[in-house]
DNA sequence: CGGGATCCTAACCGATACTG
DNA sequence: CAGTATCGGTTAGGATCCCG
């Protein structure tokens, strides 16, 4: 069952890419298949720690309605699933990728120089 | 007030990043600010159909509690206000244009087709 | 191990009304 | 024009239990 994406034809193309990547964890799932390649539902779960398992089953299914992961189910006992991405969940990598090197330039800098300035360390949640 | 950010430390980069810019209409609003520069509250509306008075100024508000945006006000009647990016927010700018520059892709190749599979992302100029 | 089904609460968010 | 205040429906998401 698809999930309905709507056009926005007049509108704005970062709304598209929200529409599939938009979710509480969606980006951070798609960061660890991206390095990790193949990852195991306990395996996500160990990495994204915050994440119930209940959330992440949902979020992975709606990743897997929009095509942009592939879901695997070896018929084991005890059961055994894997994901991977899709071709047009690769293509999400730059997204992805720039949103973590945002995120590792600021904690680098604010959490070891401890130079950043008060700006940034009062947006990042630090007494400066 | 300061909205509370918390540091991922051992964490994913990609959850700091969230912790800014995930909000219904946040990448939006920087979106239209990035290439505006400066925009006035009604003209952000205006940009952004889809979003109320009410929440347009609820994530403007958050934004700026986090730094990324300057709100000016200025005293006179009727009242005028206007926004800009920090440079704080200005360094946000790869994320926004990574999520532009895809969803301009997807707008123009999958949207129509209502769905996204691998042969569109062929299409899209993305290996398989 | 990899989830789904239920229940329940907090939060989100739209509609409406109001104001300097 | 640029918002805030209030109300109420909808959803998000945690806790718990269950099953193959």
Redesign the pocket.
Known sequence: MQRHIYACQDGCPVQSTLQIIS???KAVILYHLLKNDTC??????RKIE????????????ELEKDNVVK?N?YSV???????TLTEFGKSLAPVVEAMEKWGDHYNQTIVKEGHANAEDCRALGYES
Chains 1, 2 share one sequence.
């Not at 195991?40 to 779960?45: I, N, S």
């Not at 915050?50 to 299914?61: G, H, I, P, V, Y």
């Open positions: 979710g509480k964890w195991r539902f306990g395996e996500l779960q915050d994440c119930s398992s209940r959330m992440l089953a949902l979020q992975l299914n879901k189910v006992m005890p059961p055994k699933t894997d994901y």
